[in-house]
């Protein structure tokens, strides 16, 4: 298949789904004017225009998965997502196997960022990132680790088998020089200008073409591959998740709702009750259903740091089967929440959202993010199947990047902004009604504009493309 069609198949279904969150906020907003009003025969048209919409749109998605499945290409996507995914683990194992330890180019980093574990993987994929970039072996230090004092090789896999010493003849903080052996990379936040070409959103370039191809949002297929090969399980941790599938009965179809609470409420996001989670859940089955699949039973693995919610959704919604466990969710309380327990629970429920085909939370949350983005990783392509309650996808302390104008915008209210075609766009959110915030870059004006006006761009950057590995 062409990149046109597979891009144009994509932007069809954001195109529908944009217009759905459009015309579900704008009709909401007209039925409660209609029912100020008591303008009751008006109440009952919108209602019924509302129902009619829906339909519509269900039928358009069934109609555009026929045209995927019809067009023979499955196949084929299933088979350029294997090479690429075959491709970047064999120039890891490379990066990170060389023959001679004792001269090999390192750059360190220290796992114990004083964060959460989703927030903590961020930061060992980022110095993975920058590794991959300068072409230097990752040494990952995590003797002491807050959420496992045996470090992080008693979990999961070493990142190397043949060096894992920091050792070397010239050692210095990053940026060092070119020819330091041994650099100390700082955290994301303390990097200072210029900072690295190669952090996110930056895929490399000899295979963004191909990636663009396949899937919607390269950069999380790119985290996805360093997190599937940081996270191989050690044996200990192979036999948890082993034990929790057959306690859980965890199997498809199913749909992954994460609700972060506790300390996140208040300082870093909005509390957000289960109601605002459970309809998302709810048009993903009848969707499926839409589209011809069978679904046995409307499966739910609802992960939390409040193990209220899961007693909550089960006595409110006893038409699902909510797979969960509130004893994992008291171990992520704060006061415990470094330690081996919290640590095996946290390895679970991120293990499990990922292992789910659709996943309802916040974008703010980074246990969510890194559950999509390690998603990514077992699917062809899966950067639409998700409904964030609050932030878009974003890497916490990527490079500036911006979207592109792709149809010219006059703004309709004061707080809107215009777009001619080609503006570069800085998108700071989706309101998911139909509309997003961010600011033309041309203009330098910020406000609201219509989300399907703009389209993300792909940040391709010149990294080492390792030709002793074979392609
Ligand atoms: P963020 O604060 O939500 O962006 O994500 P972090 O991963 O950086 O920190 C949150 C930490 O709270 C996690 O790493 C867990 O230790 C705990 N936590 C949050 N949500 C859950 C959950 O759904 N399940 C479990 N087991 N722990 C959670």
């Known amino acids: 298949p062409s990149s046109g069609y597979e891009v144009a198949l994509r932007k069809l279904y954001r195109g529908i789904t944009e217009l759905g969150y459009y015309t ?50 499955d196949q084929w996507r299933e088979q350029e997502s294997q090479d690429l995914s075959d491709l970047i683990y064999r120039r890891i194992q490379f990066l990170q196997n060389p023959k001679d330890c004792k001269r090999a180019k390192k750059l360190v980093c220290n796992l114990n960022k004083g964060c959460g574990f989703g927030c903590q993987l961020h930061h060992a994929v980022y110095c993975f990132l920058v590794a991959y970039g300068t072409q230097r072996t990752l040494i990952l230090k995590s003797k002491g680790w807050r959420y496992h004092k045996g470090g992080w090789e008693e979990i999961f896999k070493p990142v190397s088998d043949t060096c894992l010493s920091s050792e070397g003849d010239s050692l210095a903080n990053w940026p060092g020089k070119p020819d330091t052996q041994v650099l100390t990379l700082p955290i994301i936040d303390s990097l200072l200008p210029p900072r690295s070409q190669f952090l996110p959103p930056a895929v490399p370039a000899d295979i963004a073409p191909r ?42 179809p199913i749909v992954g709702v994460h609700i972060r609470r506790t300390d996140k409420v208040g300082t870093e996001a909005a509390f957000h009750p ?175 504009f219509p989300s399907f006006k703009v389209e993300d761009r792909v940040e391709a950057v010149k990294f080492p493309t390792y030709p002793e590995v074979p392609l």
């Open 211 to 252: 990636l663009a191809r396949i899937h919607g949002q390269p950069i999380t297929w790119w985290v996805g591959q360093f997190l599937k090969y940081l996270l191989r399980p050690q044996p200990i941790i192979t036999e948890l998740l082993l034990n929790t599938q057959n306690k859980l009965g965890f199997k498809g």
């Open 24 to 73: 579900h906020a704008e009709l909401k907003n007209a039925l409660k004017q209609a029912k100020e009003a008591s303008a009751n025969t008006l109440v009952d048209r919108l209602s019924s225009l509302q129902s009619g919409i829906l339909e519509h749109k269900q039928s358009l998605f069934k109609f555009l998965s026929q045209v995927r499945e019809e067009d023979g290409y």
């Open 274 to 448: 289960l109601d605002e989670y459970m309809p998302a859940v709810a048009e993903w089955f009848d969707q499926q259903i839409s589209n011809g699949k069978i679904i046995d039973k409307r499966r739910i693995f609802l992960a939390s740091d409040d193990p209220k919610v899961i007693a909550e959704a089960r006595s409110k919604y006893s038409e699902y089967e909510i797979l969960g466990d509130p004893d994992i969710a008291k171990t992520a309380a704060i006061g415990s929440r470094y330690s081996d327990r919290s640590l095996y629970g946290i390895i679970v429920d991120i293990h499990f959202l990922s292992r789910c085909d659709f996943l309802v939370c916040t974008f703010s949350s980074q246990v969510c993010r890194v559950a999509y983005e390690i998603m990514q990783s077992l699917h062809v392509d899966a950067s639409a199947s998700f409904r964030s309650l609050d932030d878009i996808y974003y890497y916490g302390g990527q490079n500036a990047h911006s979207w592109r104008a792709a149809q010219s915008h006059f703004a309709q209210k004061a707080e809107e902004i215009d777009l001619k075609i080609g503006d570069p766009v800085s998108v700071a959110g989706n309101h998911w009604d139909g509309f997003s915030r961010g600011r033309n870059l041309r203009t330098n004006l910020q406000g609201l």
